[in-house]
């Protein structure tokens, strides 16, 4: 980690989280919708992440189609972090 900036409002709660190789974690919460939010982002683009929206549920965004929605069982802090460290050593 490099550095880290937070910012909060009345209903959401954002931290992005610098890391090396113009890479960031994106994590957002909004506590009135109950959306939680977790995305890799590199090069200003999104290449996976982890979210919980009232729409679809809890989803993953791949590598392979970060575009895409893969439903997934609900998840743990520890374990979207694992994941976070998997897929951000593939990009190396």
């Known amino acids: 980690m490099e550095n880290y900036e937070i910012s909060k409002s009345m209903t959401t709660q954002r931290i992005k989280v610098f890391l090396k190789k113009k890479s960031l974690l994106n994590i957002f919460y909004n506590n009135l919708l109950i959306i939680q939010s977790f995305i890799l982002i ?30 997934i069982e609900e998840q743990t802090i520890a374990q979207i972090i694992q994941k976070l460290k998997k897929n951000w050593r593939k990009f190396d």
Do not use: A, Q
């Not at 929206?53 to 439903?71: K, Q, T, Y």
């Open 42 to 71: 590199i090069n200003n683009k999104r290449v996976w992440g982890i979210d919980r929206d009232n729409r679809i549920g809890w989803h993953e965004h791949s590598i392979v189609n970060p575009e895409n929605h893969i439903l």
